[in-house]
């Protein structure tokens, strides 16, 4: 278990960086863009958690058409493959969440079952078990603010104005 847990919150950071890298190489109707994944990430989620997502749905939908309107098809072809990585994100986190619930589950069976053992021994496996699934926790929270983070992030808007800076470089030099 823990071997799958660390293999899905490296997969789920790559894929964050994955999903950033290819957020910043698209230019237009950046603002718009980043709107359309964070609630396509919000929908999915709740999808999977099978909690009510219908409102999330038509909001992703409305985005999505507004910026089909506004950039055409051919460019929201290369947005679903950044929805499509999104998607799969949402499964590893899922899965991820599961997985700590399920050590969660285990430290507390465990926890009940040292209650016999006496002593300093008890306390101290305790608090091991319980630093493990806080390391875990926040090691969940750290990969799901970096997407948020890479996205807002000044360093990042400074990438993008560097982007746009380069492309209308190219556009003098070729006009």
């Known amino acids: ?54 409102k999330l749905k038509k909001e992703f939908q409305k985005i999505e058409y507004e910026l089909e309107d506004k950039l055409g098809e051919g460019f929201m072809e290369n947005i679903q493959l950044i929805l499509k990585d999104c998607e799969e994100l949402v499964v590893w986190e899922t899965e991820l969440e599961e997985r700590l619930n399920a050590k969660t ?17 008890k306390e101290n496996i ?13 090691e969940l929270k750290v990969v799901r603010k970096l997407i948020n983070d890479a996205i807002t992030t000044p360093s990042s808007q400074a990438k993008i104005s560097e982007i746009n800076a380069s492309s209308n470089n190219c556009n003098n030099e070729i006009g």
């Open 105 to 121: 589950l285990l430290i507390e069976e465990r926890e009940k079952t040292l209650q016999i053992i006496s002593g300093n021994d």
């Open 1 to 54: 278990m823990e071997l799958r847990i660390q293999e899905l919150t490296n997969l789920i950071k790559n894929k964050k960086h994955k999903i950033v890298d290819d957020f910043l190489n698209i230019l237009p109707e950046k603002k718009l863009i980043q709107q359309l994944i964070t609630t396509y990430l919000e929908f999915k989620k709740a999808e999977k958690q099978r909690i009510p997502s219908r």
């Open 126 to 138: 305790v608090k091991e078990l319980h630093n493990e699934l806080k390391s875990k926790k926040e």
